[in-house]
């Protein structure tokens, strides 16, 4: 594995506007990891690519610690998880919690 070329962190991109400052990126927002783990995700299985599924598990993992209310983002977690390593215990504990966050959803069912 190589390193990357350059890594950013607690990047926050602002726009002066003439209502105010535009907030146009900002690493504590779920919704911008969650979005970064699809397009690893997505890419990562296309690509058969394990490094990109990490980054999309460690992105959805971000996701769900700055918004822990969101079952999309641990089921994705989850579905970056078994593209990685099959079902584990660890797995199967978020997708109860996921469960227990949206009990609207059809039962789970392993085969």
Do not use: W
Request: hydrophobic share 40%.
């Amino acid at each position: 594995m190589t390193a990357p070329l350059l890594e950013v962190r607690h990047l926050r991109v602002e726009f002066p506007s003439r209502r105010g400052t535009l907030l146009a990126l900002d690493d504590k927002n779920a919704d911008i990891h969650h979005l970064s783990g699809l397009c690893d995700l997505r890419n990562g299985r296309k690509l058969d690519d394990k490094e990109m599924l990490q980054r999309a598990q460690n992105a959805f993992g971000r996701a769900h610690q700055i918004d822990d209310t969101r079952p999309q983002t641990m089921y994705r977690y989850v579905e970056s998880g078994l593209a990685l390593t099959g079902m584990d215990e660890h797995l199967l504990d978020v997708l109860v919690g996921a469960y227990l966050l949206a009990p609207q959803v059809d039962p789970i069912a392993l085969t």
